[in-house]
């Protein structure tokens, strides 16, 4: 596997062992890629028990003017194409352009600070790809992660509202499907990742 991360200039441990005491931490270092619901994944789809309703915010907050999540993915896109075509070069004009337009924020009519409101699948990690991962109630040994599309939650109302689901990834235990990261509905959400196959790397904790 390829190291996107160099190693360390310098030997924490050597320097202050009592950090060696403190235990390991792990690193994800996603990958773009294409992964199914059995893996690991950041933005990937999710294995989702076929009965059981999609979380949603019902926090208060604005929720009628956001991005459009196939706008953010084909900005990533030509960023992705304009940077890696040549050191330094970036947009084109005529992307940037494309870009300005894309950036546009848009208004759903109709829609109150308090209707519900689809979370975004981040992460899931199975306990077996992520070596200092606990296990969950009851031996479950799989992590969902969700969060809401607005940075407006907390005392300062610019923080995330995050959401955890831990379940049992063995066949059998529940009817599983497919679930893409987000569900269909009228909604322009403020962004979503892109799919990640996930890697780690363990490291000592530093804090």
């Known amino acids: 596997m390829t190291r996107t991360t160099p190693p360390r200039p310098l030997d924490a441990e050597s320097l202050f062992p009592e950090l060696a005491a403190r235990g390991t931490t792990t690193r994800l270092h996603p990958r773009p890629g294409n992964p199914d619901a059995s893996a690991s994944s950041v933005g990937g789809p999710m294995l989702w028990p076929a009965d059981e309703p999609w979380p949603v915010c019902t926090q208060t907050h604005g929720r009628e003017r956001g991005r459009r999540p196939a706008d953010i993915h084909r900005e990533r896109e030509i960023l992705a194409?304009?940077?890696?075509?040549?050191?330094?070069?970036?947009?084109?004009?005529?992307?940037?352009?494309?870009?300005?337009?894309?950036?546009?924020?848009?208004?759903?009519?109709?829609v109150?600070?308090?209707?519900?409101?689809?979370l975004i699948g981040l992460a899931q990690l199975h306990r077996r790809d992520i070596p200092d991962l606990p296990a969950g109630p009851d031996g479950r040994d799989l992590l969902q992660v969700f969060c809401c599309p607005y940075d407006a939650h907390g005392p300062s109302r610019y923080e995330l509202l995050l959401h955890l689901r831990w379940r049992r990834s063995a066949p059998g235990c529940c009817p599983m499907t497919c679930a893409t990261g987000s569900t269909p509905g009228r909604r322009h959400l403020k962004k979503r990742p892109s799919s990640r196959r996930t890697r780690t790397r363990t490291r000592t904790r530093m804090s």
């Open 81 to 110: 194409d304009a940077w890696g075509r040549a050191p330094f070069s970036g947009p084109t004009e005529e992307e940037g352009q494309l870009l300005h337009e894309l950036s546009r924020r848009h208004r759903i009519p109709g």
């Open 112 to 118: 109150c600070d308090t209707d519900p409101l689809p």
